[in-house]
């Protein structure tokens, strides 16, 4: 089985500054695109960030310049450092990893358990 476990979430005040991880762990064969989404009460999950196994990042526009994704294919973690964060970006953080368990396998998503952002003064 495949488990992400984020961590890093919290309470900050606006114009402050988190950092959320996610590590997979399990036994698996690769993993392609990684992501970070986010669901505020009431709202659809959104996409917040996207990076591919090669690197390649995209971001919401709420985000863009604000939030940095990155990754470490050796440690199967996947990370975003939020910014100026906004009393908007309070939500419930999800990481998603899309895992082939073995060479011949379709691919799959796993999603972790989510982690509260909360930004308030």
């Known amino acids: 089985q495949v488990q992400l476990v984020e961590s890093g979430g919290g309470l900050v005040q606006p114009g402050g500054s988190l950092r959320l991880s996610c590590a997979a762990s399990?036994?698996?064969?690769?993993?392609?695109?990684m992501g970070w989404y986010r669901q505020a009460p009431g709202k659809q999950r959104e996409l917040v960030a996207g990076?591919?196994?090669?690197?390649?990042?995209n971001y919401a526009d709420s985000v863009k310049g604000r939030f940095t994704i990155s990754r470490d294919n050796v440690k199967n973690t996947v990370d975003v450092q939020m910014s100026s964060l906004k009393p908007e970006d309070t939500a419930v953080y999800y990481c998603?990893?899309?895992?082939?368990?073995?060479?011949?396998?379709?691919?799959?998503?796993?999603w972790g358990q989510g982690t509260q952002v909360t930004v308030s003064s």
């Open positions: 990076i591919t196994s090669g690197g390649s990042t």
């Open positions: 998603k990893a899309q895992v082939k368990r073995n060479i011949l396998s379709p691919t799959k998503d796993y």
């Open positions: 399990g036994i698996f064969f690769h993993i392609n695109d």
